[in-house]
C-alpha cells in the first residue's frame, strides 16, 4: 500500500468513514482534501511518521528553492514560484482571523498550500496559540509558529485587510502593519531571512499595485534602520512580478 493510501486510511478512519475508491492519480488531491477539512484534533504518532514521509517525498519532487542562491539588491530579493519549496529562515503567511488554515479542500489559496505542505501539525499549533490568546487574531498583528515538513524554518502568519468596496486609508494602514509586525517578529526570533507573499492581494482584495507600493516602502525603511536581514518577495503571478520588478528597480 502507497503512503498517501495509508494517510486516507487513517483520516477516514478519524471520520469513521470507509475510503472512496478513487484512481491512484487522484489520491493526492483526495488526502489534501481530507486534511484541509480536519480539525486541529491530536495525531497519532504513525500519522505524523507516514505525513511526514509522504510530504518530503513530495517536495523532492517539487524541488527546494535555496534562498540564499536568489539574487538579491542590496538585502531585497524578488522571486517568482511556489513560497512552499522556498527554503529560508521564514515564510510569511497570508492568514485569516481564526488562524487555523484554510477548510475549503484544494483550495488555490496561499494559507491552504502552506497548511496542507507543512502537514497537519500546523492547524494543531495554530490552535493551541489562539487557545492561548482567546479571541480572533487582529489586522496588521503576526504570530510565528514553527514551518513542520516545510523547507523553510518557521512561518509567520498575520491576518491583512479585507478590501470591499473602495481602498480607504485604514486599508493601506493595516497592510503597512502586517508588514512592520512580520518584520518586527522576525528580528526579535532571531531571523535572517524572510519571504513575503503578496499579503491580502488574493481572495482578500487589496489592489496590486498599491499593495505591492506598501510592501516596499515598509521593508525600505525597515531594512535602512536594521541590519543583516535579507527580505524575499514572493509572488506567484506574472502581474505581481511584473510590479514589483520595476517598484524595486525604480529604487536602485
Not at 110 to 121: E, M, P, Q, Y
Not at 158 to 166: L, N
Not at 199 to 212: C, L, M, Q, V
Request: hydrophobic residues 40%.
Amino acid at each position: 500500500m502507497a503512503v498517501v493510501d495509508k494517510l486516507i486510511e487513517i483520516l477516514c478512519r478519524e471520520r469513521g468513514e470507509r475510503p472512496i475508491v478513487c484512481p491512484q492519480s487522484q489520491k493526492d488531491s483526495y488526502w489534501r482534501a481530507l486534511v484541509n477539512v480536519r480539525p486541529p484534533a491530536p495525531l497519532s504518532e504513525e500519522y505524523i511518521a507516514l505525513e511526514g514521509q509522504y510530504l518530503g517525498g513530495k517536495l523532492a519532487e517539487r524541488g527546494v528553492v535555496n534562498a540564499e542562491k536568489l539574487h538579491y539588491s542590496g538585502n531585497i530579493a524578488l522571486w517568482k514560484g511556489d513560497i512552499t519549496r522556498l527554503k529560508a529562515d521564514a515564510i510569511v503567511n497570508a492568514a485569516n482571523s481564526a488562524m487555523l488554515g484554510c477548510f475549503y479542500p484544494c483550495h488555490g489559496c496561499i494559507d491552504n498550500a502552506i497548511h496542507t505542505f507543512a502537514g497537519a501539525r500546523l492547524r494543531q499549533e495554530c490552535a493551541r496559540i489562539m487557545s492561548e490568546q482567546g479571541h480572533e487574531e487582529p489586522v496588521g498583528s503576526a504570530k510565528i509558529t514553527p514551518a513542520y515538513n516545510l523547507p523553510s524554518k518557521y512561518v509567520v502568519h498575520t491576518v491583512g485587510p479585507i478590501v470591499c468596496g473602495a481602498l480607504t486609508q485604514t486599508h493601506r494602514s493595516q497592510l503597512e502593519s502586517c508588514y512592520s509586525s512580520c518584520l518586527n517578529l522576525a528580528l526579535k526570533s532571531g531571523i535572517k531571512s524572510l519571504a513575503f507573499c503578496c499579503i491580502s492581494t488574493g481572495e482578500f482584495h487589496f489592489p496590486n499595485e498599491e499593495a505591492a507600493r506598501i510592501a516596499a516602502d515598509t521593508v525600505d525603511k525597515f531594512l535602512r534602520e536594521n541590519d543583516g536581514m535579507k527580505v524575499i518577495f514572493n509572488v506567484f503571478k506574472e502581474v505581481d512580478y511584473e510590479i514589483y520588478k520595476r517598484l524595486l528597480s525604480e529604487r536602485g
